[in-house]
């Protein structure tokens, strides 16, 4: 596994997501934590909204009864949406990481990230907020999540000494957004146009770490009208991309690795040393990633990838 610093935390660039396991026994998230340990992931993604903050609670139980656990994991969650709205108000955030501290049995979070951009954000408020979460040692990272690259430089701009180090954005294979603009520059390719406004350059300019979601996914209407959302390679997906998928599997024979590993790779071979989060629930699964690392994906393989997921360069 590797590593990066961020803001002084070693976190793994394979990072575990905790959205889906609200409905899951607590056995079984145990098991998940153990083996994510066990293959070098440290870091654990949650937020405030999942599972209407059930699963922070599973978390919490866990480290209730296993004391030294929670010193062996990098604790990363999210706040900002609530019901119908957004809500990055000095008091919702700061009431939002006391719920978080209370569900996590823990007293401190290791990294923040502001879930969605508030069109209504006032950023002293937050600046504000952050400063009282850091000073008192319940937050020692900050970062956001879906932020435009003016809204990052926008927030930051009051936020001084307290810097931005992370923003999620969503990043697959087959969902590419945040690298087709730059590809399609001076082009009148519906792809140039920059619907992100070239974060993925600005977060590399400033030391913004991005993490990828939707790692895995796809979303798609087939020819019977049923729309499909989910992994590409799963056996409703695999028709529609079978040309990545076979890409994949030749890879993943090459290199001795799992087609999983070699579509993660995809991700961290990218020289903006990104963060992959993978939002399985099972153990079993979370093992045939383990290898994303290592996979020793060249230049010319990264860009037949992107192109056999459906993405044409002009």
């Known amino acids: 596994m590797e590593y990066i610093d961020i803001g002084g935390i070693k976190s793994s660039r394979l990072v575990l997501g905790c959205m889906r396991i609200a409905d899951k026994p607590i056995q079984n998230i145990e098991r998940l934590i153990d083996v994510a340990l ?3 992931v440290n870091t654990f993604d ?3 909204i999942y599972g209407g903050g059930h699963c922070e609670s599973i978390y919490g139980e866990i480290f209730k009864s296993h004391g030294s656990l929670r010193d062996q994991i990098v604790l990363q969650t999210k706040c900002g949406i609530r019901s119908e709205r957004y809500d990055l108000t000095e008091n919702h955030i700061v009431e ?3 719920g978080s501290l209370k569900r996590l049995n823990t007293d401190r979070i290791d990294i923040l990230l502001l879930h969605r951009p508030d069109t209504l954000m006032r950023p002293e408020q937050i600046a504000s907020a952050f400063r009282k979460l850091y000073d008192s040692g319940k937050v020692q990272v900050f970062g956001v ?3 435009s690259y003016d809204q990052i430089d926008f927030l ?7 810097k931005l180090h992370i923003n999620q954005m969503q990043l697959s294979p087959t969902y590419c957004p945040i690298l087709d603009s730059g590809l399609h520059v001076n082009t009148g390719s519906d792809f140039a146009v ?3 406004g070239d974060v993925l350059y600005y977060c590399r300019k400033n030391h913004i770490t991005i993490q990828t979601y939707g790692t895995m996914q796809c979303a798609f209407t087939d020819e019977t009208g049923y729309f499909y959302s989910g992994a590409f390679n799963t056996e409703c997906a695999r028709k529609k991309y079978f040309s990545l998928n076979f890409l994949l599997d030749g890879l993943a024979q090459k290199y001795n690795v799992t087609p999983e590993a070699v579509a993660l790779k995809f991700i961290l071979h990218h020289p903006a040393n990104m963060q992959a989060i993978v939002g399985t629930t099972l153990d079993k699964r979370l093992l045939l990633y383990k290898d994303c690392c290592d996979v020793p994906l060249t230049d010319y393989e990264w860009y037949k990838i992107y192109q056999s997921a459906g993405h044409n360069l002009p």
Do not use: C, K, P, T
């Open 46 to 48: 949650h937020a405030d």
């Open 38 to 40: 066990s293959i070098g």
């Open 145 to 147: 999540s879906n932020f």
């Open 194 to 196: 920059r619907r992100d």
């Open 96 to 98: 939002s990481v006391e």
């Open 156 to 162: 930051q701009a009051e936020l001084g000494d307290i």
